[in-house]
């Protein structure tokens, strides 16, 4: 298994509160990922990282923003947390998007966040 | 926005049995990929299909990459218990790294 750690894997805050989660891979893989999992909906991308310091908007980033200072580290904040982003958020580590050379990528083991 | 429509969303069927899941897009991949997810952990990878056509074989499972690209299924010859879980297809930008997930397909197998 890759080294990917997402921190903390459970959280309850309040509404209107600022959470960071954050996940950290020791792999030195150049793309990491944040999604949310809802019942109904798979995966949906909110932010991805394809350097350190280089992000794109996923499908679902209203509300989040994301920073990447060191390759290890990508750090997923919910701005003003409402009860529509309680959700089990995964973080996802991978090489180059060569997916012609197999390249793979590894979720951690998903941070539950409820706010109330 | 590229979207994946992942058919059906709930299959429960008895042990032994065959399935089929279904994952289409009106857009082009440059891959697809086939995920497993056991509940309270995260997805795992269990193949990458990149060229259209393209046939793999895992054990009992067979995936299949659609000729123009943008559409692949899972097939599942003689269904056991273990094979319980959560199937997920994902498609891979043609440019750049985004990976965009469908709904996924809950498979429940009674012995």
């Known amino acids: 298994d890759a080294g990917i750690t997402q921190s903390p894997r459970h959280k309850v805050t309040e509404t209107g509160t600022p959470v960071t989660l954050r996940c950290h891979q020791t792999?030195?893989?150049?793309?990491m990922y944040w999604y949310r999992q809802d019942p109904g909906h798979g995966l949906r991308l909110i932010h991805y990282?394809?350097?350190?310091?280089?992000?794109d908007k996923g499908e679902v980033s209203d509300g989040y923003s994301v920073s990447r200072s060191k390759t290890e580290d990508f750090l997923l904040t919910l701005e003003s947390a409402t009860s529509s982003q309680t959700s089990v958020y995964f973080c996802a580590s991978g090489g180059p998007p060569n997916w012609f050379s197999g390249n793979t990528i590894y979720f951690g083991e998903g941070s539950w966040l409820t706010v109330v | 926005t590229q979207l994946l429509e992942q058919s059906p969303q709930f299959l429960s069927i008895q042990e032994g049995e065959n399935l089929t899941v279904y994952c289409n897009s009106s857009?082009?991949?440059?891959?697809l990929q086939w995920y497993r997810q056991e509940p309270g952990e995260g997805p795992v990878l269990l193949v990458t299909?990149?060229?259209?056509?393209e046939v793999k074989k895992l054990k009992r499972l067979t995936f299949q990459f659609g000729d123009a690209r943008k559409d692949s299924s899972l097939h599942i010859t003689a269904a056991q218990p273990g094979d319980t879980g959560l199937y997920l297809c994902?498609?891979?930008?043609?440019?750049?790294?985004?990976?965009?997930f469908g709904q996924g397909t809950e498979l429940s197998v009674k012995p």
């Open positions: 857009s082009v991949f440059s891959s």
């Open positions: 299909v990149v060229t259209g056509g």
């Open positions: 994902a498609g891979a930008e043609n440019q750049g790294g985004k990976l965009i």
């Open positions: 990282s394809y350097g350190v310091k280089d992000t």
């Open positions: 792999e030195n893989h150049r793309y």
